[in-house]
């Protein structure tokens, strides 16, 4: 399950496109690895200090130069150093989204690190963190704002949503063993404590898998590895932060982990036991979706190893 999480994150990394196109231009994850898309093209970095099999995330700047990034428990900044209060951070790089960074709406200099515990740690739930790039001769550093509780038991899953109104942001996240999902608002005053609360889809008995959004926002993919291996897609209000319309795809009795939506919003890709399939969000009925289902990794037979 640790290599199939690894394989797909390099699609998926959790590097969150806050605005500006070039911020998420430099990814670090793996064993030191990382890639750089300054060019226009994937180009292999190895200068990164992560060592992590799952979540992780990073951030540049308006110009696709690096800022920062983090398995969730420890931050470096661009020179590959530790920020001076850039160590316990409560996420787990054994988490599937250990953390997300979403900048401050309004702001150019304050960040946000949203971290997951979920099962892998059993303690640290989602909390976040925030970034002052102004500190430290502006390598940045964390604030007394750090380890901030937002569930007390989370789902290794976090995701990030533009707001109806373009600049905030909405930071959704599920309870452990429950239907539950938060939405939290991200303004230029910062997290608003008091989430907006849905209650739909399964009970979750597991809590390993990916939550992403769709480009236009208007859609949220849930993968969950553990219990029913299934994949559910809701509906998101981008105004109220609710979730709605649930549809459970049925993953043919894989292991689905990761998710990705298609630029148009309308495929959606599930990595499962170290293969990739799409689906057809437009095929019609729950059913009709599963079974529009297409591997389109050739080197790898459904279900492979």
């Known amino acids: 399950m640790k290599k199939l999480g690894f394989i797909f994150s390099i699609l998926i990394c959790s590097v969150f496109f806050a605005a500006a196109q070039n911020e998420g231009n430099i990814w670090y994850f793996g064993y030191n690895a990382g890639l750089d898309f ?30 920062f990034y983090t398995d969730g428990m420890v931050v470096y900044n661009k020179n590959h150093t530790i920020m001076p ?9 054994s988490s599937t989204q ?3 960074i979403v900048k401050k709406p ?29 500190l430290n001769g502006s390598l940045g550093d964390i604030t007394i704002n750090k380890n901030i509780l937002l569930i007390p038991q989370a789902c290794e899953k976090v995701t990030a949503i533009i707001h109806q109104n373009g600049a905030d942001f ?18 230029s005053s910062g997290v608003n404590l008091n989430p907006v609360i849905t209650n739909i889809g399964p009970i979750y008995s597991g809590t390993v898998g990916y939550l992403k959004g769709s480009p236009d926002g208007t859609r949220i993919a849930a993968a969950n590895t553990l219990g029913n291996q299934q994949v559910n897609v809701f509906n998101f209000d981008k105004l109220t ?3 709605s319309n649930e549809i459970t795809i049925t ?26 399939y799409q689906y057809d969000l437009l095929a019609g009925s729950a059913t009709a979706i599963s079974n529009s289902m297409i591997n389109v990794d050739p080197t790898q037979p459904a279900g492979a190893p």
Do not use: K
């Open 241 to 243: 932060g609710i979730l």
């Open 170 to 187: 909405w930071v959704i996240s599920r309870v452990e063993n429950s239907d539950t999902f938060h939405s939290y608002l991200l303004t």
């Open 251 to 276: 993953v043919a009795g894989l292991y689905p982990y990761g998710v990705e939506f298609s630029p148009n919003n309308d495929i959606l890709y599930v990595s499962a036991d170290a293969s990739i």
């Open 38 to 67: 300054n060019s226009g093209s994937p180009v292999s970095i190895s200068n990164g200090q992560l060592n992590t099999l799952e979540g992780c995330a990073s951030i540049a700047d308006n110009n696709g130069d690096l800022l």
């Open 106 to 134: 309004a702001s150019s200099t304050i960040y946000y690190i949203f971290t997951v515990d979920g099962m892998s740690g059993m303690s640290g739930g989602l909390n976040y963190s925030e970034v002052d790039m102004t």
């Open 85 to 93: 209060n850039g160590s316990g951070l409560l996420g787990n790089n």
């Open 98 to 100: 250990s953390s997300i």
